[in-house]
């Protein structure tokens, strides 16, 4: 009989089944290894019987018993897709993050592009929930889509005031009742529907992972949204997924995969010059971090120019938020990272002018932005000045993103002379909570 399990958990047979999260498979390989149904139950917390009937077949959904699994049987919680909580969140080897994003762009380049995938494929990116959806018992109605659109959108108001750290659980919510009414009768163009409504939830559950700082389970989220928009023949949906998921990259993963997903992105949605130029102007973001600074440069160009298209009574309502602001912060920071640093500054003046005061998070990144480019043309005075403003925002803001924000104004202020530029950094870091991660 086995008592330390670890040395399983390294087996490929074992990894290939907790990346499933094949409850039944993982029961009886253990079995194989001498380990007896009283013994799981007794590390697991579950009666003898329940094991016995996942042995023989019965799925685990159950978000609450899989922790419990993990937990139990000392299997690492990335190998089964579960995000790491509190002061134990430990990020996946270097080595593993690749595997799993080289994995990830497979699936979703295929998706995105109109193919298929593999069941097994699939399963690798469903994201594990406490919940098994009850269908409704009346026929769905349209209205009923709005409603669950209604929950999304409310989400959202909040993420763009100061981030969606907290709201994970909340957007699970949204998915369950996504898939209650996918579970229900509906007619043709009701169903449609019902898939462009569960691939927008999972792409707002997936984003608030990200917030969070688990990408492993958004890359789940937008893999499973990606399947429901291409049910659904929504190109603007499935835009929004790779968009959200490139955002995911850019921020937590590699910039090289996250401008591949920009542009996997504007296939099918030319139609659209708002959603081209988020594209554009992300891409030429992510380029530019990877060094690709001629490109980057011609992206800016490209976003500039769809957004004087836009016609924003008519383009995609959820990405109306993307205004000129919006614009000028992303096209600075790809300034900032093609190091022009003049034209950096022209584009993030006009992203802080232009935003409301509640926009915390925004704010707090865009400042810390604009204080860093101070830096860099030799004004630390008004840097120290605009970096104030940056604590003051941050202190609203719930994003595991902030630390990755806010770190290279911290970095710069620390190889500074003046105390008062010193001493900004300190401020800075202080002002970052437990929540963050660092990029």
């Known amino acids: 009989m086995i008592d330390d399990l670890t040395e399983l958990w390294g087996h490929p047979d074992a990894h290939a089944i907790l990346g499933r999260r094949d409850i039944s498979a993982l029961y009886r390989l253990l079995n194989s290894r001498g380990v007896s149904q009283s013994r799981i139950a007794m590390r697991t917390g579950q009666n003898q019987s329940e094991v016995h009937d996942i042995m023989r077949g019965r799925k685990v959904l159950s978000y609450a018993l899989l922790e419990r699994i993990a937990e139990g049987l000392s299997i690492p919680r990335g190998l089964m897709g579960l995000p790491y909580a509190g002061t134990d969140r430990q990020p996946p080897s270097e080595e593993d993050e690749d595997v799993k994003r080289r994995a990830f762009m497979t699936l979703v380049s295929s998706l995105a592009l ?39 959108d409310a989400f959202r108001a909040t993420d763009r005031r100061h981030g969606g750290y907290g709201q994970y659980r909340a957007a699970l919510s949204a998915v369950e009742y996504g898939e209650s009414l996918d579970a229900a009768e509906a007619d043709e163009r009701t169903r449609r529907a019902i898939f462009s409504g569960l691939a927008y939830c999972h792409s707002a559950a997936g984003w608030f992972a990200t917030e969070e700082g688990h990408t492993e389970t958004a890359r789940a989220h937008y893999g499973r949204g990606l399947s429901f928009a291409g049910k659904a023949r929504d190109a603007m949906m ?57 490109y980057a440069a011609r992206q800016i160009n490209e976003a500039r120019s769809h957004h004087a298209d836009v016609d924003f009574s008519r383009d995609t309502p959820t990405f109306r938020w993307f205004r000129a602001p919006d614009l000028a912060a992303v096209t600075g920071a790809g300034h900032i990272a093609r190091g022009d640093y003049e034209a950096a500054f022209a584009d993030l003046d006009v992203a802080v002018r232009g935003r409301r005061p509640w926009e915390h998070r925004s704010l707090a990144f865009e400042t810390a932005n604009l204080a860093r480019v101070h830096l860099a043309l030799g004004d630390p005075d008004q840097a120290v000045t605009v970096g104030q403003q940056t604590i003051g925002h941050a202190e609203h803001v719930r994003s595991a993103r902030l630390a990755g924000r806010l770190a290279p104004l911290i970095k710069e202020s620390a190889k500074r002379q003046g105390s008062d530029v010193r001493q900004l950094g300190k401020e800075l870091q202080q002002s970052i909570p437990a929540l963050s991660v660092q990029a």
Request: net charge negative; aromatic share 8%; glycine share 8%.
């Open 114 to 152: 109109g193919g298929t995938v593999s069941d097994e494929q699939r399963q690798m990116f469903a994201p594990a929930t406490d919940y098994e959806p009850e269908p409704l018992t009346t026929m769905v109605r349209p209205s009923d889509v709005q409603a669950l659109t209604a929950l999304v």
């Open 238 to 294: 499935r835009a929004r997924l790779l968009y959200c998921a490139g955002r995911t990259e850019l921020h937590f993963g590699d910039p090289a995969a996250a401008t591949k997903l920009f542009q996997l992105g504007t296939v099918g949605v030319d139609r659209s010059p708002l959603m081209m130029s988020i594209l554009c102007a992300n891409a030429a973001w992510s380029s530019a971090k990877a060094g690709f600074s001629e």
